[in-house]
């Protein structure tokens, strides 16, 4: 059974009198690569924060391998961080940022430059040994910070939106890096983003949050395919949200029309959001359709087509490699698998 090297219990954190989190309880398994995603403000920084040891919770306990850690200071936990700002020293070149760390532990020599030596290469960085760090790209400096944080032997590395500052091509570039990183050293990344792209690309697991609490976690599969509510089909992806009434079991009503679906466990004629995704739902020959709408806009998004659909009271995304011609009537069809039943959400 894998174990728990990080657990979260009862955490309630507050920022002048807001509270941010609110009673967190969440397990992060050794050598996984979980992300917290969310909208500003929703807590996963805080998060990060309480496991490293900047922040103290209100309320609640925090532990690693087991043994409660509350009140330990950054430097005494198996733990290091690399922030959006990535707080190198400008004065030192880049093996003597990567060696501070080691430095101060009071390292010999030989062995420092070993393991700078071994990190640089880690991170596709060697030979850049005696460069000044104002020399450096973005994303040189990035994996500067990386190096740096890793030399230390940490069991957990915590990065916060640590790519949020690189241009998007290099952004990408630095997702799989830091995916192909971590698995070679086998230590956990907890990784902060806003950036839904960036948690599916990297991600074992993702924990989705909402104003300090946990909407849902699981894989990326799990969290795209299987959202557990709207918010969370809203976040991650795009959908069509529409208002729904559950008359029974396996049969839904959304936009007039009555719908298999292979949900059920629901109250008789309880009211729903309905979640379709934009690539689910096909064209079709009117006189084929379960709805129908009219074509307001195509936008070629590279890959696929946007549809801008209206119709049966509702604005429709569709998703497809053929375009349509604006103004046209269209026929849409969609399957039970791919009618997605959630509770209505409490605002």
Not at 41 to 63: A, H, M, Q
Not at 185 to 207: C, G, N, P, W
Not at 237 to 266: P, Q, R, T, W, Y
Request: proline share 4%; with cysteine; charged share 25%.
């Amino acid at each position: 059974m894998e174990k728990n090297i990080i657990s979260l219990r009862g955490i309630v954190a507050e920022y002048d009198g807001e509270r941010v989190l609110d009673g967190l309880d969440l397990d992060i398994r050794d050598e996984e690569f979980v992300t917290f995603l969310g909208p500003s403000g929703c807590g996963k920084t805080t998060t990060l924060r309480i496991i490293g040891g900047f922040i103290e919770p209100k309320e609640g306990d925090v532990f690693f391998d087991g043994k409660k850690i509350n009140g330990l200071p950054p430097y005494q936990r198996h733990v290091n961080t690399v922030f959006q700002r990535y707080a190198l020293f400008p004065h030192l070149d880049v093996f003597e940022n990567v060696a501070f760390g080691l430095k101060l532990k009071k390292m010999p020599k030989e062995q420092i430059a070993d393991k700078v030596e071994e990190m640089l290469k880690l991170v596709n960085l060697s030979g850049f040994e005696s460069r000044s760090i104002n020399q450096l790209s973005g994303g040189q400096q990035q994996r500067v910070a990386i190096a740096r944080a890793l030399v230390n032997e940490p069991k957990v590395l915590l990065l916060d939106e640590p790519l949020g500052a690189l241009d998007l091509k290099l952004r990408k570039e630095m997702q799989l890096e830091l995916k192909r990183i971590q698995q070679s050293l086998k230590i956990t990344f907890i990784y902060v983003t806003h950036d839904q792209e960036e948690a599916l690309t990297m991600s074992d697991r993702v924990v989705v949050m909402k104003r300090g609490e946990i909407m849902q976690i699981g894989t990326p599969q799990d969290i795209y395919n299987e959202p557990a509510n709207a918010f969370v089909a809203d976040f991650i992806g795009e959908s069509n949200i529409v208002d729904g009434v559950m008359h029974k079991d396996f049969l839904v009503e959304f936009a007039g029309v009555e719908f298999d679906c292979v949900d059920k466990g629901f109250e008789t004629d309880e009211q729903v959001d309905v979640v379709i995704r934009p690539e689910d739902i096909k064209v079709v020959p009117v006189d084929e359709a379960q709805l129908t709408g009219l074509v307001e806009s195509v936008t070629f998004k590279g890959v696929h087509y946007e549809i801008a659909v209206d119709g049966h009271g509702q604005k429709w995304i569709i998703h497809s490699t053929l375009s349509q011609t604006p103004g046209t009537l269209i026929g849409m069809m969609v399957t039970p698998e791919d009618i997605h039943i959630m509770k209505k959400m409490e605002e």
